[in-house]
Nanobody, 122 residues
Framework: QVQLVESGGGLVQPGGSLRLSCAAS????????MGWYRQAPGKQRELVAK???????NYADFGKGRFTISRDFANNTVYLQMNSLKPEDTAVYYC????????????????WGQGTQVTVSS
C-alpha cells in the first residue's frame, strides 16, 4: 500500500507565495515521476507541473515563470513552490505519483493524494 500525504495549502493574498509538499510512503521500490494537478470548482483536473526521475520537468503554461517543481528522490517527496499567485490559481491541488513499482513485485500503479486547498484572495 502506498500513501501520498500533501501539505502546505492555505489562504494567501494575490501576489503571495505558497510551497506545497507531498511525501509518498509505503512499499515503494521506485517511482518514475511525481507531479501536481489542480481542480477548480466546475472544471476538469489539469496538470500543474511534473518531474521525472531524470529531473525532466514539464509545466502548464499558466505556471511557467511562477511555479517551480522539485523532488527529493531519497525521501520520495515532491515540492511545488508557487509565487505571484493569482485568484485564478484557487483550486484543490493534488499530488500524483506516476508508475510506482511496489517492493518485491513487478506491479506498477499510479497514486493520488487526497488534495490540499489553495485559495488566493484578498
Amino acid at each position: 500500500q502506498v500513501q501520498l500525504v500533501e501539505s502546505g495549502g492555505g489562504l494567501v493574498q494575490p501576489g503571495g507565495s505558497l510551497r506545497l509538499s507531498c511525501a509518498a510512503s509505503g512499499s515503494i521500490f521506485s517511482i518514475y515521476g511525481m507531479g501536481w494537478y489542480r481542480q477548480a470548482p466546475g472544471k476538469q483536473r489539469e496538470l500543474v507541473a511534473k518531474i521525472t526521475g531524470r529531473d525532466i520537468t514539464n509545466y502548464a503554461d499558466f505556471g511557467k515563470g511562477r511555479f517551480t517543481i522539485s523532488r527529493d528522490f531519497a525521501n520520495n517527496t515532491v515540492y511545488l513552490q508557487m509565487n505571484s499567485l493569482k485568484p485564478e490559481d484557487t483550486a484543490v491541488y493534488y499530488c500524483n505519483a506516476d508508475r510506482v513499482v511496489l517492493s518485491g513485485t513487478s506491479w506498477v500503479y499510479d497514486y493520488w493524494g487526497q488534495g490540499t486547498q489553495v485559495t488566493v484572495s484578498s
